[in-house]
């Protein structure tokens, strides 16, 4: 029996700049462990990596897409002074709960949430992200949703559903905003790329190449076939099994999800990188 999961409204853009970020997060997660046959509760998810496991094309000093040339909105009326990152917590629970309602930090992991979006965004064109929980946010719940055809299991299309929370937040999410946000955060997310091993790196340039690997996800619009070994579940094509973290959640969310990611990213891409998108 497929499980539904209960549908929440999320409100405000820091809410969306967070859950956006995030939501390759929740795929890194299920291609790590979420390939279990079962379900289990998840557990408290542990910090951050303090050094990262190998160099992301942005670590040397040569920055390709400086932050100073984004496109963004116009800037909010307060200009209070950003918190220290390892303070920030606070003020990002509270932004949320007063723009998208007190039950919002329920999902979000409970220290860290700024260091744990920047390695998870570097993790994301990697083809493993070793065994270390990074979550800025909690999880979808339930198991891995399948079916038989032809005598393969083979991901049902029942679980694109399990995504529906984050996708009903993507559709909402005000990308003009979103990146004016994270401009204007920006050296919180800096610092906490420098601290996980990269002082040379430049982190705007690694989302790009985040997104940028994202967007080369292949288009697969027939049922995935996966096998089991030991306690997971894997693609069955080698191919697909090669794939980079970022690109193997693009085919879990399924076939419509994807497209709706994939047309955010692009416009988000294009603002990090300078570009004027029309509202």
């Known amino acids: 029996m ?80 950003l918190p220290a990152l390892v303070d920030s917590d606070a003020s990002v629970r509270e932004a949320l709960a007063g723009m998208a309602g007190g039950d919002v930090g329920s999902l979000l992991a409970p220290s860290q949430i700024i260091s744990r979006v920047v390695a998870t965004v570097d993790a994301l064109p990697r083809q493993s992200m070793g065994n270390t929980t990074i979550l800025p946010l909690r999880t979808p719940q339930g198991a891995m949703q399948l079916q038989t055809a032809n005598g393969a299991s083979v991901i049902s299309a029942a679980n694109a559903q399990r995504y529906a929370p984050y996708m009903t937040v993507l559709a909402k999410v005000d990308p003009h905003a979103l990146v004016t946000w994270y401009t204007q955060n920006y050296p919180l997310f800096q ?56 690109q193997k959640l693009m085919l879990r969310l399924g076939p419509e999800n994807e497209a709706q990611l994939k047309a955010k990213l692009r416009i988000i891409r294009s603002l990090l990188a300078g570009g004027q998108v029309g509202h």
């Open 191 to 246: 610092q906490a790329y420098r601290e996980l091993g990269y002082p040379r790196g430049y982190f705007n340039d690694r989302l790009i190449a985040a997104i940028d690997d994202m967007l080369a996800a292949p288009d697969v619009h027939d049922p995935i076939a996966v096998t089991k070994e030991g306690a997971r579940y894997h693609f069955a094509d080698p191919q697909l099994q090669s794939l980079s973290n970022g």
């Open 2 to 81: 497929n499980r539904r999961i209960k549908q929440t409204s999320y409100g405000g853009w820091i809410a969306a700049i967070i859950i956006v970020l995030a939501i390759v997060a929740a795929g890194i997660y299920l291609v790590q462990r979420g390939m279990h046959p079962v379900s289990s509760e998840n557990p408290p998810p542990s910090p951050p990596p303090t050094t990262a496991a190998q160099p992301p094309a942005s670590s040397s000093s040569t920055i390709q897409h400086p932050i100073t040339q984004a496109a963004t909105g116009p800037a909010p009326a307060s200009s209070a002074p």
